[in-house]
């Protein structure tokens, strides 16, 4: 899901290798990069092929590291100026990302100013658009707002920083709002859901389009012991022997006291939410989703406190893959609810929305369409879903796009 690589050697061959247009003003003085530029990268043609192009006459090979389909070690072709370049097959409509590789130097696009971050890992998004990639794109619609709060954790004894986004009309109304508590993966923190999920850009285009009622949605950091992204409170600190990094006690461990997710979220994040925003209250009014490891903690906390949250949704979670000295499969829910085993019927009243997916070329796929096979036969209600893609956000972004018209009706 990371894409790792060093930001100073990229930013080095930048400046030594591309010779790209100098800059207008000086970086870092509030003034940005001259907006003109020599070089067109990316290009989105009409038939939805995209051309990128890099400047590096001094370079041996440049390589395009892109996450569409036969997009990995695409090879450049240099001209007789340096301009190295390369078209890719037509896209499916979608929000794409990319990075070259410069003599094994990995460097962003200097010329696509689009640049998002992932964890530890930067690099360029370009969107092939149609009407089916539109959710992915700002329209003239009315906007939401995202604010960044910092709340008081019991756990950590200091705030914790997360994202809020409040629906169109939010600050002008007295009205009062569902709430969606939205958790990111595995190397991730509060800001990946606000700009690798675009969370905003979708919510705002699903409630101008009438798909979606209008919501609350919280991205906190999903590590109950981290401060906030690693550019602000820097490196993530340990978790407590026996304790896995998302707060889950470790397999062969001594049981924890007490599941720290489950008092960050219930005990120290729902009563923020609902003192300092007009969110309504009642577990028919909340909802949690996380990604891979955020999906396990929405499944623990989520699914074992139906008293709190109505409504669950579970993106490529690992939790139903068999692994040593843990239970595979819908044994997995079983452990974390027994009440879906043992009253079904008592389940479905109390869950309003189960949703699954999962990526087509994720390994977790058959695993999690087990499980919600056995759930099905057991008479609970579920929602599964499968996108084009692996582990990655393009599947994720989906995900929340088919999720979110399904809370709160």
């Not at 079983?334 to 879906?340: G, L, Q, R």
Request: charged share 20%; hydrophobic share 40%; aromatic share 8%.
């Amino acid at each position: 899901m990371k894409l790792i690589h060093t930001m100073a050697a990229s930013l080095a061959l930048c400046g030594a290798l591309l010779a790209q247009e100098p800059a207008a003003t000086t970086p870092g003085t509030g003034g940005g990069q001259a907006r003109a530029a020599r070089v067109r990268s990316p290009e989105v043609l009409a038939d939805g092929r995209v051309t990128l192009r890099l400047l590096a006459p001094k370079a041996a090979e440049v390589l395009v590291q892109g996450n569409w389909p036969d997009g990995r070690g695409m090879a450049m072709t240099k001209d007789a100026s340096g301009l190295w370049s390369v078209t890719t097959a037509a896209l499916q409509p979608e929000l794409w990302a990319y990075t070259f590789s410069v003599d094994g130097v990995r460097t962003l696009d200097p010329n696509n100013y689009n640049v998002a971050r992932d964890g530890v890992g930067f690099m360029n998004t370009v969107l092939t658009l149609s009407d089916a990639s539109k959710v992915f794109q700002p329209q003239q619609v009315p906007h939401g707002t995202v604010s960044a709060m910092w709340v008081p954790s019991s756990l950590t004894k200091t705030p914790r920083r997360m994202f809020v986004y409040t629906p169109p009309g939010y600050e002008d109304s007295t009205a009062k709002y569902p709430v969606f508590y939205l958790l990111h993966g595995s190397g991730g923190d509060e800001d990946a859901w606000p700009t690798m999920g675009i969370a905003n850009v979708i919510m705002d285009n699903l409630i101008a389009q009438g798909k979606s009622k209008p919501m609350i949605v919280v991205m906190p950091n999903a590590y109950w012991s981290e401060l906030a992204s690693l550019d602000l409170a820097g490196p993530r600190t340990a978790p407590p022997p026996g304790v896995g990094a998302a707060g889950n006690p470790l397999p062969g461990a001594a049981p924890a006291p007490a599941d720290p997710n489950e008092k960050d979220i219930v005990g120290d994040l729902i009563p923020f939410v609902e003192k300092h925003f007009r969110a309504q209250s009642g577990r028919e009014n909340r909802a949690l989703a996380g990604l891979s490891m955020g999906s396990g903690i929405a499944a623990n906390v989520g699914l074992k406190r139906l008293d709190v949250f109505a409504s669950v949704g579970l993106l490529s979670a690992g939790l139903f893959r068999p692994a040593a000295n843990a239970p595979g499969g819908v044994e997995a829910i079983d452990k974390i609810a027994p009440s879906f085993k043992s009253d079904p019927a008592a389940t479905n009243k109390k869950l309003r929305l189960l949703f699954m997916s999962c990526g087509t070329e994720d390994p977790r796929l058959a695993s999690m369409k087990q499980a919600s096979e056995d759930l099905r036969a057991r008479k609970i209600d579920v929602t599964f879903k499968s996108y084009t893609g692996e582990h990655e956000w393009k599947v994720w972004r989906h995900s929340l796009a088919d999720m979110a018209p399904l809370l709160f009706r």
